[in-house]
């Protein structure tokens, strides 16, 4: 009996797969007028129970209507289905959706947790250690603040800070304008112009770190640049733009062009629209780009490592120099500052956002 | 489309149409000029509004008539029969990105292949500008004393190590994030967004800080073999162990799973699961034919953000693996450093290159058609 069951229902379910594609295709031509029914049917239980007498009535009306007007292509729509509508509201969203599905995949919640803690337990321990007082990086002496003070006054460590601060806000700036051009402009590319372009700025993401290094340091003594800060922010900014390019291409795609339409309609010029409309409208994409640009340049260790000399070294080379001749507790404070820039980046871009994302 | 650009379109006809009238004028004195120009644009609304279909018909034609020909492919490659959209950049605006991109992208990796097959100098570092193959022979040979060449594994043996590594921990990350991945996608909104937010902090930590924190944490001296002395198990070598760099590898590339598998399931509709359920379906067929069907693109895609730049990896063989465990990475910067065989080194990154490149491509390729299968791609 079950076994029966099993298979008629495999068979219906197979049917539906092999009928999916089809249906997927006819509907992008159906969009439009499936948009205006599914948006009465697929809404919230409460709100579709509430208005459903009245709006689904008028909605499927609607599609009678048009079905009848544009169905020149032979769609004739039978007298009996004109007075006929839904007698329920067609979602099967049903309260306590995320409890029922959790208790049919039991192991995620639990395999989720611990790869959570998987994730946050050595962080957890570093910055636990950064509190430590003795002069062992391990051996736990009580809490104390001294070594942040430490490490604000090693004039190796400040320098090297100093060095990546520079490098860092010169590419997040620079990557950020180029970034921004490059993203207004890359509409008026043809198809492979674009494919070719985006190609080319994303490899550097794609190419492994250490042989981008080494070619990159091939690539400036064959040209004859000397090693030091121009090629560091030159190579640093090309990195950069992919990261810089990603949230504001996003935030570009979410906006309303009508806008923009309406600007140049009211006499705008093309660069007072850019500064006036587009730039605004596109702050907080610009914003959460460049952070993620100021952190990945500050991050860089690979890179940066091929580029220096001995005047330009940056944070993470000194630190790996440093771990290098074992752990210190010098390097727990600076690994917990630059712990928390990261969760400082995290929460302001994603505050940012999320904030389109409740206003749209 | 079309009906959005009709109006802006029209006012052009109209500019265009007066412009004509005062061409056509210049060869009288200015004040018939003035005359005709004001006659022109103040006539103007009522004659469009008469004859409107037909003047902007006939400039129309005059406009096509005046540019017959193509433009050559290089400006229509680059766009450049096109009209610059409201609110956006003349296509100009592109191109420092791309010339920085071509200068420090494409640059060094012409300049690495070039190098790869070039000698090496008789002392000192760089390369010498004569061709040769040694740099890739020396992958797979060794010459004695006398000249004589023969089969040599080490080198293979290093990139099988990596292969090795990389793979593994490919295999346990998208293992590990898949999980996490569909819980997450599964919550409400909003703690979407927070757990979001907490994968994505390691992602934007410090490599090196990540790294440190598993030193710290593995160290003879750290919290596991303290708890294991106070247990009286001993104290155990857990550092400078393949182990170690592979579970430094894992944890740095996790994020990168999950990210895009989460993206992929973002968006996914849970109703068909409970369609699903509802027809019938066990857990595994849900699991497999349903919900592995929409991760798929993300799987993929996260497949290939784990293993490229795993294959490459090179901080965290040189702390944790304490040079035990020498992977492709540490091969080439060696080759750059201490052994000062460039055309080796370049040798090396150029077949790193080109592994690359074609695990990107396979990458791409199934992560369209899983996503044009799942209904997800235009």
């Not at chain 1, 914003?287 to 220096?308: C, E, P, Q, R, W």
Request: proline share 5%; charged share 15%; hydrophobic share 50%.
């Amino acid at each position: 009996m079950t076994h029966d069951n099993r298979t008629q229902g495999n068979r219906t379910r197979s049917n539906r797969m092999q009928g999916n594609e089809p249906m997927a295709a006819s509907a992008a031509e159906l969009a439009e007028a499936a948009a205006a029914t599914s948006t009465a049917a697929v809404g919230s239980p409460a709100e579709s129970a509430q208005s459903q007498p009245s709006s689904v009535n008028a909605e499927y009306a609607d599609l009678v209507v048009r079905a009848a007007a544009g169905g020149n292509g032979g769609i004739v729509v039978p007298d009996w289905l004109e007075s006929k509508q839904p007698d329920k509201p067609l979602t099967t969203r049903r309260a306590g959706r995320a409890k029922n599905d959790l208790k049919r995949f039991p192991f995620i919640g639990f395999i989720s947790i611990l790869v959570l803690a998987f994730l946050y337990i050595p962080m957890a321990i570093v910055v636990g250690y950064s509190f430590n007082g003795g002069r062992q990086a391990l051996l736990w002496q009580g809490f104390s603040v001294r070594w942040y003070g430490e490490v604000f006054h090693d004039p190796a460590i400040i320098a090297a800070t100093r060095t990546s601060l520079v490098v860092a806000l010169a590419a997040t700036v620079l990557s950020t304008l180029l970034a921004l051009g490059y993203v207004l402009a890359i509409d008026h590319m043809s198809r492979l112009g674009s494919r070719l372009a985006s190609g080319l700025i994303n490899a550097s993401m794609m190419i492994p770190e250490i042989v981008l290094g080494v070619a990159t340091m091939a690539f400036i003594r064959m040209i004859g640049m000397a090693p030091g800060y121009l090629p560091l922010i030159l190579a640093h900014t090309t990195f950069c733009i992919p990261f810089v390019e990603m949230p504001i291409r996003a935030r570009l795609q979410t906006l309303d062009r009508s806008c923009f339409e309406a600007a140049q309609d009211l006499g705008a010029s093309q660069f007072t629209t850019v500064r006036r409309i587009t730039m605004p409208l596109l702050t907080p994409g610009i914003i959460s780009g460049a952070l993620m640009g100021f952190v990945v340049s500050m991050d860089d260790y690979m890179i940066s490592n091929f580029l220096t000399t001995a005047g330009t070294t940056t944070l993470p080379i000194y630190i790996f120099s440093l771990i290098r001749k074992g752990v210190n507790p010098s390097i727990n404070v600076i690994a917990t500052l630059l712990l928390l820039l990261a969760v400082v980046v995290t929460v302001v871009s994603s505050v940012l956002t999320g904030r389109k994302g409740s206003k749209r | 489309m079309m009906s959005d650009s009709k109006p802006p379109t029209m006012a052009i006809d109209g500019r265009d149409n007066s412009d004509n009238v005062i061409n056509s004028a210049s060869g009288t004195d200015s004040a018939a000029v003035m005359t005709a120009a004001a006659a022109a644009t103040s006539g103007l609304s009522r004659s469009q509004k008469l004859q409107n279909p037909q003047e902007s018909q006939e400039s129309r034609e005059s406009q096509k008539s005046q540019k017959p020909q193509k433009p050559p492919w290089y400006k229509r490659m680059f766009g450049a029969d096109r009209k610059v959209k409201p609110g956006m950049l003349h296509r100009i605006w592109a191109l420092p990105s791309i010339v920085l991109g071509l200068m420090f992208t494409l640059g060094p990796v012409c300049v690495i292949v070039a190098f790869s097959f070039m000698s090496r100098p008789d002392v000192g570092g760089g390369v010498k500008y004569q061709f040769s193959l040694d740099g890739y022979k020396k992958l797979l040979f060794r010459e004695d004393f006398f000249g004589n060449s023969y089969f040599d594994g080490r080198y293979l043996q290093v990139f099988w190590t990596s292969l090795w590594m990389a793979l593994v921990t490919t295999a346990v990350c998208v293992a590990l994030a898949f999980p996490i991945a569909l819980w997450i996608s599964m919550r409400s909104a909003k703690a979407q967004r927070i757990l979001v937010m907490l994968v994505t902090i390691p992602f934007w930590t410090n490599l090196i800080v990540r790294t440190y924190a598993w030193m710290l944490i593995l160290n003879d001296n750290g919290p596991i073999n303290q708890f294991t002395q106070r247990l009286g198990m001993g104290a155990h070598e857990l550092l400078y162990t393949p182990v170690a760099s592979l579970i430094g590898l894992i944890y740095t590339f996790l994020p990168f799973a999950v990210l895009p598998m989460y993206s992929a399931l973002a968006g996914f509709d849970f109703r068909l699961v409970e369609a699903a359920y509802d027809l019938g379906a066990t857990r595994g067929v849900v699991m497999r034919r349903i919900i592995l069907r929409a991760a798929r693109p993300g799987i993929a895609s996260g497949i290939a953000l784990c293993l490229i730049p795993a294959f490459g990896a090179y901080v965290q063989p040189v702390l944790l693996g304490g040079g035990r465990v020498l992977m492709v990475g540490n091969l080439i910067s060696s080759q750059f450093s201490e052994a000062r065989n460039w055309p080796f080194g370049s040798a090396i990154s150029t077949v790193i290159l080109v592994i690359t490149l074609l695990a990107a491509l396979i990458a791409s390729a199934v992560g369209n058609r899983s996503a044009r299968k799942a209904g997800i791609a235009s």
